[in-house]
């Protein structure tokens, strides 16, 4: 009776150990979102360049571009930060930095600012320099750099200067999944432009128009130009959330692309050169400009979209966590209670060995003559059975002689 109530006890205390585990361990994993706050998006100092006065901020689109405000807004423009750096051999450096809500911002302001003639530069994600002036982006944070003297560790330092600007978190800090598929063969360098508004999609002179992409169905754009054997085309990529979404905007395309004049109200397409689309997936490619029809198909044909699923997407599920966290603990009571059943097995069976052997014939073992009641079976069935066979019945007379 003393074990059992030893396994008892020990089993109630591992269930009070696995609800005190579920109970806190929630908590403590808990993010503090009142201490999370924004960094500041310019450091003091970096690569000897030393800050002078405190940076300029601000969170109107106008103040970083007054002529492309609607472009920047489109790129959820966050907020900016421009301040002027110095060296001690005299030299200035002023650097203008803006924030977007996420990467996929970030990049696409930084196509629109790239110029054909830049020069590519190994800075953080991508970047590109043409004379005195830097560009490049990092994360959602896009960094325009102009110095008064360009040296040859110029671009080191603004590798120094990249790696102190803070960086999103989670699924912010990724570029969008379409632009994958722009080809690479025979791009022109430079040329490839993000388009996530109207705004950005008219600077482009585009061979489809904004009202026909339809941006208030989320749709997103990139553009680039490719050489080809007959001439330079433009591929515009135009990504939707579903493929249904994608074939009725195509169609809607292709009536437009087919009518020879347009109408009031009715928007058109570049007909300037062959026009060639199709659809892959939830994306539509359209291959234009003065070259040959082949190279146009050619060009489609590199652009296929495959379907890809990932698992290990961050999530921030409470009724996930929650059940994680529960079966989690689950594990963890079973793995206590069965650590618990070992120990309890092998000490009752050391403690019976060492018993057996310090008081031998007194505590478990049993003399070895027993008296125990036996019910005889077996004798009790062959009584019965010559009983019956005697008396229970006569036996069959004799013929007589």
Known sequence: MSFSRSVHIAVSLACLLGAAVAANKPAAQAPTRS???????????????????APQTST????????????????RFSNLA????????????????????????????????????????????????????VLFYRGNVLVDAQFSQKSAMSVAQLRELAGALPHPSGNTGNLPTFIEFMPHRGYVANTQKYVMGPSALAAQAPPVSADLVDFNASAEVSLARYNTSSGEATLMLISYP???LAAEHLRRIDAAHQMAQPQAGISSVDGAGPFHDKRTGPIIAIATGPVSDSDAKSLLGMVNWEASVTWNQQTDNAQVRDLYMLILNIVILCGILAGLAVVAGVAFGGIRILMKRW?????FDRPEQMEFISLHL????????????????RPAPQNPS
């Not at 109107?60 to 790129?75: F, G, M, Q, R, S």
């Not at 790239?114 to 530069?121: F, N, R, T, V």
């Not at 008081?359 to 505590?363: A, I, S």
Request: hydrophobic share 35%; charged share 25%; no cysteine.
């Open 35 to 53: 201490a999370e706050q924004a960094p500041a998006l310019l450091p003091q100092q970096f690569g000897g360049w030393e800050m002078q006065g």
């Open 60 to 75: 109107d689109p106008a103040a970083a571009d007054p002529t492309n405000a609607a472009v920047l807004k489109e790129y």
């Open 82 to 133: 421009s301040s002027t750096y110095t060296r001690d051999d005299g030299r200035t450096l002023k650097i203008r930095a803006a924030r977007f809500a996420d990467a996929s911002g970030a990049f696409g302001a930084y196509t629109f600012y790239l110029q054909p003639e830049m020069a590519k530069e190994r800075i953080d994600d991508q970047g590109a320099s043409l004379g005195q002036r």
């Open 242 to 244: 579903t493929p249904q």
């Open 359 to 363: 008081f031998p014939d007194k505590v």
């Open 378 to 393: 077996t004798e009790t069935v062959v009584k019965g059975a010559s009983q019956s066979g005697t008396d229970g019945g």
